[in-house]
């Protein structure tokens, strides 16, 4: 597609249930990255994928957060266990191979509610 | 560790009125910097990405510049309209190649008709 597309739009989960998130970079796009905003607009980096390969896990809070990337799907973020600090609005981004662009195409987000 | 300020955090301004947003990041080292709009509940708008050997890019009523130097970039609204409320944003990658972005907070911008 031309667009990012992120599922669902809004998500509401108990404290300690599970939460999956689903983003389809657009077509050609090799490079996914999932970013997590929080209160007072700060972004927060999570995971990046080239293709179905982790490119960089710095930001990830590997306990209870898990991402994928597998071929002719979308690519997916699994919380275990949420905590109410989850809640945010979780961003994917795509981009194509080309340093020094690096330009990144946003999705519409999903919006995790923990209560 | 780069970091990227945007001042002022709000700014309301009449419609019509031509406006500039401020960003400045740490570590003048960039490899390009883009500009986002940010509608409230909705995701982001890539506005303007200017390259590090850049000065400046336009793109209708919008230009931005960038002052790699100084660490500083711009981003002037000519003819500010009711349209344009939103939040602002600029973010850096962290290094070369497709890396993540790091964000400023942002401007939230209110033209009042």
């Known amino acids: 597609g031309e667009e990012v597309a992120q599922t669902p739009k809004h998500l509401v989960r108990g404290e300690g249930q599970k939460a999956k998130l689903y983003c389809a970079p657009i077509?050609?796009?090799?490079?996914v990255f999932w970013y997590q905003q929080v209160l007072k607009n700060e972004f927060k980096f999570l995971i990046s994928f080239q293709n179905e390969n982790v490119f960089d896990e710095t930001g990830m809070p590997k306990e209870r957060f898990s991402a994928k990337c597998l071929p002719n799907s979308p690519c997916s973020l699994e919380i275990q266990a949420t905590k109410l600090e989850d809640s945010a609005v979780y961003f994917c981004?795509?981009?194509?191979?080309?340093?020094?662009?690096?330009?990144?195409?946003f999705g519409p987000g999903t919006r995790l509610t923990v209560l | 560790k780069q970091e990227v300020t945007q001042i002022p955090a709000a700014l309301s301004v009449p419609e019509g009125e031509n406006l500039v947003l401020n960003c400045s990041f740490t570590d003048s080292a960039i490899y390009n910097l883009q500009w986002f709009r940010q509608d409230p509940g909705k995701g982001l708008t890539s506005l303007l990405l200017?390259?590090?050997?850049?000065r400046e890019q336009t793109s209708g009523r919008l230009n931005a510049s960038l002052d790699k130097s100084s660490g500083r970039s711009t981003l002037y609204i000519a003819a500010s309209q009711p349209g344009d409320s939103a939040t602002y944003l600029c973010?850096?990658?962290?290094?070369?190649?497709?890396?993540?972005?790091?964000f400023g907070k942002g401007t939230r911008l209110s033209v009042i008709a």
């Open positions: 981004a795509s981009s194509y191979r080309g340093s020094p662009y690096n330009e990144q195409f």
């Open positions: 973010a850096v990658p962290i290094s070369s190649g497709n890396t993540p972005l790091v």
């Open positions: 200017i390259q590090s050997s850049q």
């Open positions: 077509k050609g796009h090799s490079y």
